[in-house]
T-cell receptor
Framework: NAGVMQNPRHLVRRRGQEARLRCSPM?????VYWYRQLPEEGLKFMVY????????ESGMPKERFSAEFPKEGPSILRIQQVVRGDSAAYFC????????????FGPGTRLTVL | GNSVTQMEGPVTLSEEAFLTINCTYT??????LFWYVQYPGEGLQLLLK?????DKGSNKGFEATYRKETTSFHLEKGSVQVSDSAVYFC????????????FGSGTKLNVKP
């Protein structure tokens, strides 16, 4: 059973460009979570999604950031008009149908904004 | 609100030394508590968890006991190895559903041979 997959692992963007980060949950998992880790800090919750629904986006910046988890395909975290402060590691996690299931994390995408 | 506080690192130990990484929490409900480990360049891996007071989570020689009276979940290992060098994160999930995690800032452990 493959784990949570994220791509790309490293992404470099110039200020003003768009960044798209992809996450494929573990097989059979229907809940996806996105976290951001700034250098020397812990992970901060951004958004929780189920298929075609955003359940909790309380950690998402109000502007430029959006997330989706379509019926088919991976979950996408999209950052428009990136700024240097967006440079961070972005981690995706997934969990199963039972909401008491533990979250399993992907290897992360390290975004660098030049 | 919910928050997790961990001891600052880095923690440097010699192989076979005893490890303690302190973690305390603040939560509005009855949280579940977790320790995750992050090896260089990788994502987080669940190390152990405890879902109610007085539970002890254990895995790979690590253990932590959920202490409600002191709101703590300290990580311990009796004899560390070089391969334990990593960053350790304490986390809580509030309530019975693990929908949102609150992480501490992480403690880097360096184990020297």
């Amino acid at each position: 059973n493959a784990g949570v997959m994220q791509n790309p692992r490293h992404l470099v963007r110039r200020r003003g460009q768009e960044a798209r980060l992809r996450c494929s949950p573990m097989k059979g998992h229907s809940h996806v979570y996105w976290y951001r880790q700034l250098p020397e800090e812990g992970l901060k919750f951004m958004v929780y999604l189920q298929k075609e629904n955003i359940i909790d986006e309380s950690g998402m910046p109000k502007e430029r950031f959006s997330a989706e988890f379509p019926k088919e395909g991976p979950s996408i975290l999209r950052i428009q008009q990136v700024v240097r402060g967006d440079s961070a590691a972005y981690f995706c996690a997934s969990s199963g149908q039972d909401l008491t299931d533990t979250q399993y994390f992907g290897p992360g995408t390290r975004l660098t904004v030049l | 609100g919910n928050s997790v506080t961990q001891m600052e690192g880095p923690v440097t130990l010699s192989e076979e030394a005893f490890l303690t990484i302190n973690c305390t929490y603040t939560a509005t409900g009855y949280p579940s508590l977790f320790w995750y480990v992050q090896y260089p360049g990788e994502g987080l891996q669940l190390l152990l968890k405890a879902t109610k007071a007085d539970d002890k989570g254990s895995n790979k020689g690590f253990e932590a006991t959920y202490r409600k009276e002191t709101t703590s979940f300290h990580l311990e290992k009796g004899s560390v190895q070089v391969s334990d060098s990593a960053v350790y994160f304490c986390a809580l999930s509030d309530g019975p559903n693990f929908n949102k995690f609150y992480f501490g800032s992480g403690t880097k452990l360096n184990v020297k041979p």
